[in-house]
Nanobody, 115 residues
Framework: QVQLVESGGGLVQAGGSLRLSCAAS??????MGWYRQAPGEQRESVAT?????????NYADSAKGRFTISRDNAKNTVILQMNSLKPEDTAVYYC?????????WGQGTQVTVSS
């Protein structure tokens, strides 16, 4: 059974930092990453990383230069380091993991950035 366990959300002032962590289990994943969904908005990709050799990353334009995604393959964990946070980063952040056949989602963790 696949499980994605997220941690690290919370409340932070604008300009601050947060670190999100997602521990995955139950399958071999090809891609892991983070999506977010703000109230009234569609879920959007924030950053993804391939699990294989090389760790190819992909960032949303809004995340480039501020967020860094990394992974620990031995622990099947993906980390999102978020710096210089802005109020518009406020959303529920979801861990994402994909195999060849299926995509999986975590339960979500709230990130709130106050101005």
């Amino acid at each position: 059974q696949v499980q994605l366990v997220e941690s690290g959300g919370g409340l932070v002032q604008a300009g601050g930092s947060l670190r999100l962590s997602c521990a995955a289990s139950g399958s071999r994943f090809n891609v892991m990453g983070w999506y977010r969904q703000a109230p009234g908005e569609q879920r959007e990709s924030v950053a993804t990383i391939t699990v294989g050799v090389g760790g190819i990353t992909n960032y949303a334009d809004s995340a480039k230069g501020r967020f860094t995604i990394s992974r620990d393959n031995a622990k099947n964990t993906v980390i999102l380091q978020m710096n210089s946070l802005k109020p518009e980063d406020t959303a529920v952040y979801y861990c994402y993991a994909r195999t060849f056949y299926q995509s999986y989602w975590g339960q979500g963790t709230q990130v709130t950035v106050s101005s």
